[in-house]
């Protein structure tokens, strides 16, 4: 036990804490929160309820790009998404868009489920968690 504070100590401020920012909040969420070397992002749905599962997976990923850059980081840096979309059946296309977004090397883990997103239009979600620079 004692090793393990002494780590968390080396690795907190000043006062033993470390620094928790978050970023874009509206009262009930931030869009992002950076601790230690990790930013984390919620889970970001679409602002076109029209588009096909491919159109919302461009401006779902679109829009994780800048909160990526906002946070000081960038999609090779993601180590982890998740990702639920509403009918699995758009597993096929979702993953074309997908593969265009993530360069070759850079893949991070994934989870890909089927669920019940808060608008019925949405038919995509997508969190990642990031190192940050």
Request: hydrophobic content about 40%; proline content about 2%.
């Amino acid at each position: 036990m004692k090793s393990f504070l002494a780590l968390c100590r080396r690795t907190a401020g000043k006062d033993g804490t470390m620094e928790i920012k978050r970023n874009g909040t509206n009262g009930r969420r931030a869009l992002s929160v950076a601790y230690g070397d990790l930013l984390y992002t919620s889970g970001i749905t679409t602002t076109d309820l029209a588009g096909d599962i491919t159109a919302q997976t461009q401006d779902v990923l679109k829009q994780l790009d800048d909160i990526l850059c906002r946070g000081g980081t960038e999609r090779s840096r993601v180590i982890s998404a998740t990702i639920t979309l509403a009918d699995m059946a758009d597993y096929g296309a979702f993953n074309a868009v997908w593969d265009q977004w993530v360069a070759d090397g850079f893949e991070p883990v994934r989870s890909v489920t089927e669920g019940h997103l808060a608008v019925p239009e949405y038919k995509v979600k997508i969190s990642l968690i990031a190192a940050l620079r």
